[in-house]
């Protein structure tokens, strides 16, 4: 599968502070790419690399196989881009809005018309179409955001923070309309400081802190990679760490007892013949489902919260 936009070893620095040190990324055609990090990480920075609003200060990004340093007026044909930042005229109603957009970049009249019906359609606002958009709700805005950044037709959408301080109704139609895009076959990239989000929609991930890319992969070769694998058991006669052969770790966890293992099935067997030997009564005896929060917690030593 071809990549739709390459990231090289890039770096970027804001009057003498690193913000991002030696980026490397690429992007599936097709896919959607999550990048999570917390506030700070790079994200944005990133993110207005790749749509030519800032330079690098070394290393390269591709993107549709042309260099953003000398192409960006053809790739920027191609990519649609949603800022963090609301940039609607509140006076003026959503289709004014869409239509001032629409007309930045070339598309005119009845066709113009049209795509406009159409992304409306698409974030769920046909009904208040005509109203000002200082009317409007945070997340509605943002909705009429993103659809201003699909008027012409971009084959790469890239989405910064999308669902930051909204409603949950606009959030599951942001996130139904990725989706629909994917559908599509768009590809698209995606910031967030949401697990969660990154999890339920992203096929591949780049986690990033403090302007580093600290892992990346399918979610799958992730948690593999990176999460731990343990046993978590919750028993009254279970009052100091276990000790059994394959037990890397034991730390107390709610109630219970969580055990690292490398053989995570061997360990359940173990526990599960010495509580039964003891006719211990059980509250729980289960394998730990990984997260990527316990892998973010493992690689920054911090948990990603909001
Ligand atoms: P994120 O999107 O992950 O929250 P940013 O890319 O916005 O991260 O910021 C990365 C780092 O660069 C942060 O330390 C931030 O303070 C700094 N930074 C971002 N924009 C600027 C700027 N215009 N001037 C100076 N520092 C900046």
Same mark, same amino acid.
């Given at each position: 599968? @071809?990549?739709?936009?390459?990231?090289?070893?890039? %770096?970027?620095?804001?009057?003498?502070?690193?913000? !991002? #040190?030696?980026?490397?990324?690429?992007?599936?055609?097709?896919?959607?790419?999550? !990048?999570?990090?917390?506030?700070?990480?790079?994200?944005? @920075?990133?993110?207005?690399?790749?749509?030519?609003?800032?330079?690098?200060?070394?290393?390269?990004? =591709?993107? $549709? #196989?042309? /260099?953003? =340093?000398?192409?960006?007026?053809?790739?920027?044909?191609?990519?649609?881009? %949603?800022?963090? *930042?609301?940039?609607?005229?509140?006076?003026?109603?959503?289709?004014?809005?869409?239509? $001032?957009?629409?007309?930045?970049?070339?598309?005119?009249?009845?066709?113009?018309?049209?795509?406009?019906?159409?992304?409306?359609?698409?974030?769920?606002?046909?009904? =208040?179409?005509?109203?000002? %958009?200082?009317?409007?709700?945070?997340?509605?805005?943002? =909705?009429?955001?993103?659809?201003?950044? +699909?008027?012409?037709?971009?084959?790469?959408?890239?989405?910064?923070?999308?669902?930051?301080?909204?409603?949950?109704?606009?959030?599951?139609?942001?996130?139904?309309?990725?989706?629909?895009?994917?559908?599509?076959?768009?590809?698209?990239?995606?910031?967030?400081?949401?697990?969660?989000?990154?999890?339920? !929609?992203? #096929? /591949?991930?780049?986690?990033?802190?403090?302007?580093?890319?600290?892992?990346?992969?399918?979610?799958?070769?992730?948690?593999?990679?990176?999460?731990?694998?343990? %046993?978590?058991?919750?028993?009254?006669?279970?009052?100091?760490?276990?000790? +059994?052969?394959?037990?890397?770790?034991?730390?107390?966890?709610?109630?219970?007892?969580?055990? *690292?293992?490398?053989?995570?099935?061997? @360990?359940?067997? /173990?526990?599960?013949?010495?509580?039964?030997?003891?006719?211990?009564?059980?509250?729980?005896?289960?394998?730990?489902?990984?997260?990527?929060?316990?892998?973010?917690?493992?690689?920054?030593?911090?948990?990603?919260?909001?």
């Amino acid at each position: 599968m @071809t990549n739709v936009l390459e990231v090289a070893d890039v %770096v970027k620095g804001y009057g003498g502070k690193t913000a !991002l #040190d030696k980026v490397n990324i690429h992007v599936r055609e097709g896919s959607c790419f999550g !990048l999570l990090g917390p506030n700070g990480a790079g994200k944005s @920075t990133l993110m207005k690399l790749m749509t030519g609003i800032l330079q690098a200060d070394s290393g390269i990004i =591709r993107a $549709f #196989d042309m /260099d953003t =340093r000398h192409q960006m007026s053809k790739i920027r044909q191609l990519v649609g881009y %949603v800022p963090q *930042e609301i940039t609607l005229y509140e006076k003026l109603s959503a289709v004014q809005n869409l239509k $001032f957009f629409g007309e930045m970049y070339g598309v005119k009249g009845a066709e113009l018309k049209r795509r406009i019906e159409n992304v409306l359609e698409q974030v769920g606002l046909s009904d =208040r179409a005509s109203e000002a %958009v200082g009317t409007y709700s945070g997340g509605m805005k943002r =909705r009429i955001n993103l659809a201003a950044a +699909l008027l012409h037709q971009p084959q790469l959408v890239i989405l910064d923070e999308p669902t930051v301080g909204i409603d949950p109704q606009s959030r599951n139609h942001i996130f139904e309309m990725i989706r629909g895009l994917r559908k599509e076959g768009l590809t698209l990239v995606y910031s967030t400081h949401y697990m969660e989000e990154v999890e339920a !929609l992203c #096929d /591949d991930i780049a986690i990033i802190d403090h302007g580093s890319v600290i892992a990346q992969g399918s979610l799958h070769e992730i948690l593999e990679r990176h999460a731990d694998k343990a %046993v978590y058991v919750e028993s009254d006669h279970i009052t100091e760490p276990p000790q +059994l052969s394959g037990i890397i770790q034991a730390s107390a966890r709610g109630r219970g007892w969580v055990l *690292e293992s490398e053989q995570p099935l061997n @360990t359940l067997h /173990d526990m599960s013949r010495l509580l039964a030997e003891a006719g211990a009564n059980v509250h729980a005896l289960e394998l730990v489902k990984p997260s990527l929060d316990r892998v973010f917690l493992k690689l920054t030593g911090t948990a990603l919260r909001d």
